[in-house]
């Protein structure tokens, strides 16, 4: 019998982050940061505890939703984020490409 656990995807203003959490244990994040009406998502990340479950495609999908449905263009500077949207272009509509002004611009945020 396989037990089923529950997956909720929060978006979490304050660490600039969407959450996936699994009964309730941070599983994973997709951290992103807001630039006028763009959402650039810049890593996305699942605990190795829980690696191999479907979390970081769950995760990105919910994600990708939300930020589509608050209005902002999507700028997938993650590999992971950009793989994703390539699978599913549902998301082309509302996707631009990275370039390097926004390269520069997220280093400067970050700090990089």
């Known amino acids: 019998?396989?037990?089923?656990?529950?997956?909720?995807?929060?978006?979490?203003?304050?660490?600039?982050?969407?959450?996936?959490?699994?009964d309730g244990e941070l599983a994973g994040f997709a951290a992103f940061r807001d630039r006028d009406a763009q959402r650039v998502f810049h890593h996305t990340e699942i605990d190795d505890?829980?690696?191999?479950?479907?979390?970081?495609?769950?995760?990105?999908?919910?994600?990708?939703?939300?930020?589509?449905?608050?209005?902002?263009?999507?700028v997938p500077v993650c590999p992971y984020v950009a793989r994703f949207i390539r699978k599913h272009d549902e998301f082309a509509d509302v996707t631009d490409p990275v370039t390097e002004d926004v390269l520069t611009?997220?280093?400067s945020v970050l700090g990089d």
Do not use: C, F, P
């Open 49 to 74: 505890a829980h690696a191999g479950q479907g979390l970081a495609s769950h995760l990105v999908q919910q994600a990708l939703t939300d930020a589509r449905n608050a209005g902002k263009r999507i």
């Open 1 to 22: 019998m396989t037990q089923s656990s529950s997956r909720v995807v929060e978006r979490v203003d304050d660490k600039h982050r969407y959450e996936i959490l699994v």
């Open 105 to 107: 611009w997220i280093g």
